[in-house]
């Protein structure tokens, strides 16, 4: 009997920066079988259109995140720290438009 072979690819997650300076946001997801061709499947799909200036590709199984349900008790420490709140900091107006 035959070992079955995978076929399937792995799933990567993508983030892409438009402008030097500014934050990568996630825009999608590729499937590929390493990390130089998810690069390049993530050029094909969304840079597409030119307005990209960087690519990252994660691994999905990678990402770890909270799920819903335990969201309440995760994020509950923090509530208790209003000093972390930003209304309690002054921002001097030099650096409001950075």
């Known amino acids: 009997m035959e070992t079955p072979i995978n076929t ?3 799933l990567w997650e993508v983030f892409a920066q438009e402008k030097t300076g500014e934050p990568h946001f996630h825009c999608g997801s590729v499937h590929a079988p390493d ?3 998810a690069l390049q499947n993530a050029r094909d ?3 597409r ?3 990209v200036l960087n690519l990252w590709v ?3 199984k990678e990402i ?3 799920s819903p349900s335990e969201s ?3 994020f509950e420490p923090a509530n208790d720290k209003i000093y972390r709140h930003p ?3 002054h921002i001097p107006k030099a650096v409001r438009d950075i």
Do not use: D, L, N
Request: no cysteine; net charge negative; charged share 20%.
């Open 49 to 51: 259109r030119g307005s």
């Open 72 to 74: 309440g008790e995760f």
């Open 87 to 89: 209304q309690f900091y």
């Open 8 to 10: 399937e690819w792995q």
């Open 58 to 60: 994660v691994p999905a």
């Open 64 to 66: 770890t995140a909270t």
């Open 35 to 37: 990390k130089e061709i």
């Open 45 to 47: 799909v969304y840079a």
